[in-house]
């Protein structure tokens, strides 16, 4: 599984978890609580020693049920409140006469809790041991041995259901969040390239404008356009065109950082924004790309297709009030290259607050 599709499903259901535990935690407080008339009803006697336990119990995972009073992640903090409350369950039944005769669904009940709550087969073992080892324990004290041998029996079979159970809504799980994932990055990302789209990329460059101007660094945003291209589609056809795109995009991979962004902004007109880029670097990547894609040749049933791209480069500078500003400029950039001859780059900089191009030929 991608580990941002893993990373976001943890995310989600952390906050399922902190819901459920907010939502169902006091309920299921209650119901322990409440099943102290059931001990009256079975044991009278004994009754309100199962009482002040269970209350207890109340009190203790009542500190589990919101975030912040215990520094926990909401899957310790539900692994905590399945501890607390079936131990209480199983304590109680070891002190009521017959308890555990009668109160075995109960004890057997919780372990579907932790079907739901849990995602890893060693935490799901984990979990599950210590109220085991505590039924074993006392019910070997007080139940006969046929009743002993069935409690345990029944015990494990129900685990081995929540066990699979788990497995089917981990599964589950996974899939839909695969499939959020890949709808996510149908949303943001072109189909053809696979690059950022260009309504993504504009999220982004809003961002980094915001980021370059609260800690005063650079930032430059380059604007490429294939040269001729729709000579290219009348002469080799749209699917070498479409080869051309596809390359292009695999070259802006391959020269630009980790940091940087790169998206397919129109047609045949892509953008890459460069953090932390001052004029020097973003004229050296500029070169580095042009330089890449001449160099590239993309084969076809009719030869090999040479093909080039102007590049026109913006600085964000005082004069930029939003990233409208600086794509404005980076276009005009590009269109002046265009019309100086194609294959070429050309910086767009600012001035007094007057924009203009500069010729770097």
């Given at each position: 599984m991608p580990q941002d599709a893993e990373r976001h499903l943890r995310q989600t259901h952390e906050a399922t978890m902190n819901e459920l535990l907010a939502a169902l935690g006091p309920l299921i407080a209650a119901a322990v609580f409440l099943f102290g008339f059931w001990d009256y009803v079975t044991d009278p006697a004994n009754a309100p020693w199962t009482l002040l336990v269970r209350a207890?119990?109340?009190?203790?995972g009542s500190i589990a049920f919101r975030p912040g009073r215990l520094r926990w992640s909401s899957e310790q903090r539900c692994i905590y409140v399945y501890w607390l409350f079936?131990?209480?369950?199983?304590l109680c039944n070891f002190i009521l006469r017959?308890?555990?005769l009668y109160g075995l669904v109960g004890v057997v009940a919780g372990l579907f809790f932790v079907s739901v709550i849990l995602m890893s087969n060693r935490t799901f073992l984990v979990t599950v041991s210590l109220p085991f080892a505590l039924f074993v324990a006392l019910s070997a004290f007080t139940a006969p041995l046929f009743e002993f041998a069935n409690g345990i029996v029944s015990y494990l079979l129900s685990a081995i259901i929540a066990f699979v159970l788990m497995a089917m809504i981990r599964f589950l799980r996974r899939k839909a969040a695969l499939l959020e994932e890949e709808l996510r990055r149908q949303a943001s990302h072109d189909s053809l390239t696979g690059l950022l789209n260009r309504a993504r990329l504009n999220e982004l460059a809003v961002r980094e404008m915001a980021l370059a101007e609260r800690h005063s660094r650079p930032l430059a945003i380059l604007m490429l356009d294939i040269d001729h291209f729709k000579l290219v589609n009348d002469t080799y056809g749209h699917d070498v065109g479409d080869r051309v795109i596809?390359?292009?995009?695999?070259?802006?991979?391959?020269?630009?950082?980790?940091?940087d962004h790169v998206g397919r902004f129109g047609g045949e007109e892509f953008v890459c924004i460069l953090p932390e880029t001052d004029r020097d670097a973003a004229l050296a990547c500029a070169e580095r790309l042009r330089a890449a894609v001449e160099a590239l040749c993309v084969e076809c049933a009719k030869g090999g297709v040479r093909f080039t791209?102007?590049?026109?480069?913006?600085l964000r500078g005082i004069a930029h009030k939003?990233?409208?500003a600086l794509l404005k400029d980076a276009d005009t950039a590009l269109y002046q290259a265009k019309q100086n001859g194609r294959n070429r780059i050309e910086l767009a900089e600012a001035r007094g607050g007057d924009r203009f191009v500069r010729n770097l030929s």
């Open positions: 207890g119990a109340v009190v203790l079936s131990c209480t369950v199983i017959d308890g555990f596809i390359r292009l995009a695999d070259v802006c991979r391959e020269q630009l950082r980790e940091i791209v102007s590049i026109g480069i913006a939003n990233w409208e």
